[in-house]
C-alpha cells in the first residue's frame, strides 16, 4: 500500500524514492510485522488465557512431563503471527504483484483450518480437533487453487519446470504432474511444521532460517542480472516475495518472545500449518522445491520420523524411536528441552547453509 501511495510523490519528494526498494520495504515490513507482535502480544494471549481456561489439551500419548510443564498453556497464538503478517504485508508489499497474494491466500487459508481445528480442540477439551481425512482434504483444496493461479501467473516456458539444484540451470518438465506436486509440496510442508511444532520455540527458529534463506531466494531470482550470474532461474516478480518474507520473520521473531521457554503461548495449528503453507508457496513459486528439502530438513526429518513409527509398528508390532515426532524420542531419553530445542536450531541452520550453498555450487 505504501509502495502504490508514496513513489508517484517521489518525483516531489526524493524521500520517497526509498519505496521503490525492496531491501528498504523488506526492512520495513520485518520491523512492523515485530511491532504489532510486541504491541498486540500481551493483549492477545490475555484474551486466549480468558477464553480458554485450562489452555491447550496435552496429549495424553506424549511425554508424561508435559502434563505438567505445559498445562494451562493458551494456544492459537498463530493468530498473532497472521495478524502481524497480514498487516505488515499490506503495508509494504507492490500489491499490483500476484505471488504475493498467492502467498497469502496460502497463508491465511491455512490459517483458517489451523485455527478451526484448535477451536474444536480447546472447546471439547480433547488434543483431536477435526479429523485428519477432513483437515488433509481442505489443505489440498487451498493448494490445488494457489498452485492453479500460480500457473496463471508464470511464464508460460517455466511454468512446469523443476530445478535440480547443484546443476548449471537444468530442469526437468513435470508436464501436467506440475500441480499435484505443487500441492504436494505445500501440503507437506505445511504438516512437517505442524509436527515440529511440539516443544517451545522449537519450530519458530527453523522457519525464521527457512524464511530468511528464501527471501535471499526469491531476491535472486527476481533480479535478472543476479540471476543470470548465478545461472538461476529468473522468475519476473519473485523479488516482490521478499517483503512478504521479511513480514513473516519479523512476525516470528515477535512471537518467539513469548513463545521461548516457558512459553507464554502456543502457535497451534493456526500458526504452524500457515507458516509451512506459505513456504512451500514460495519453493514453488521460485521453482527451489527440492531446495525447501534441504533447507527444511528438520521438518523432514520430523516428518519421516512419524511415518517410519507407523509403518514399523503396522507391520512388526515394534517401535524404532521411543516416541515420534523425533523431538520427543530425544526427551525421553531424558534431553532437556531446551537442549533439544537448541540443537534442532543449529541443525537447521547448517542446513540452511546447505541450501545456500546450492546456489553457487553449480
Keep these: 500500500m505504501l509502495h502504490y501511495l508514496l513513489v508517484p510523490l517521489s518525483s516531489d519528494i526524493s524521500f520517497f524514492n526509498l519505496f521503490r526498494y525492496l531491501t528498504f520495504r523488506t526492512g520495513g515490513a520485518v520491523l512492523t510485522a515485530l511491532l504489532i507482535c510486541l504491541l498486540f502480544g500481551p493483549r492477545i494471549i490475555n484474551y ?182 548465478l545461472q538461476l532461474q529468473a522468475i519476473s516478480g519473485a523479488g516482490e516475495l521478499t517483503v512478504f518474507l521479511g513480514a513473516l520473520i519479523g512476525a516470528c521473531l515477535g512471537f518467539l518472545w513469548f513463545n521461548a521457554p516457558p512459553a507464554m503461548v502456543f502457535m497451534g495449528d493456526t500458526g504452524s500449518l500457515a507458516l509451512g503453507g506459505a513456504l512451500g508457496a514460495i519453493a514453488v513459486i521460485v521453482k527451489h522445491e527440492i531446495v525447501l528439502f534441504i533447507v527444511g530438513g528438520v521438518f523432514v526429518l520430523e516428518t519421516v520420523s512419524v511415518i517410519v513409527q507407523v509403518i514399523s509398528f503396522k507391520l512388526s508390532g515394534k517401535r524404532v524411536f521411543r516416541m515420534a515426532p523425533l523431538h520427543h524420542h530425544y526427551e525421553e531419553k531424558g534431553w532437556a528441552e531446551s537442549t533439544i530445542v537448541v540443537r534442532f536450531w543449529i541443525i537447521a541452520l547448517v542446513l540452511a547453509l546447505a541450501g545456500l550453498a546450492s546456489l553457487k555450487l553449480r
Design 48 to 229: 486466549l488465557k480468558s477464553k480458554q481456561g485450562k489452555g491447550q489439551p496435552i496429549r495424553e500419548d506424549g511425554p508424561e512431563s508435559h502434563i505438567v510443564t505445559k498445562q494451562g498453556t493458551p494456544t492459537m497464538g498463530g493468530f498473532l503471527i497472521l495478524l502481524s503478517l497480514a498487516v505488515s504485508t499490506l503495508l509494504w508489499a507492490d500489491l499490483t504483484n500476484q505471488y504475493v497474494w498467492v502467498c497469502l491466500l496460502v497463508t491465511i487459508g491455512y490459517g483458517a483450518i489451523g485455527f478451526i481445528d484448535d477451536y474444536l480442540k480447546v472447546t471439547r477439551r480433547s488434543s483431536g480437533g477435526i479429523s485428519s481425512r477432513m483437515k488433509f482434504g481442505l489443505q489440498v483444496v487451498v493448494g490445488a487453487a494457489a498452485a492453479w493461479w500460480i500457473t496463471t501467473i508464470a511464464d508460460p516456458a517455466m511454468v512446469n519446470m523443476l530445478s535440480i539444484p547443484f546443476t548449471k540451470a537444468f530442469m526437468i518438465d513435470l508436464g501436467w504432474f506440475f500441480l499435484p506436486f505443487a500441492v504436494l509440496v505445500m501440503v507437506g510442508t505445511s504438516n512437517g511444521v505442524n509436527l515440529t511444532d511440539g516443544l517451545d520455540g522449537l519450530a519458530t527458529m527453523p522457519v525464521i532460517i527457512a524464511a530468511g534463506t528464501f527471501a535471499l531466494i526469491a531476491y535472486l531470482t527476481g533480479n535478472v542480472v543476479f540471476a543470470e550470474y
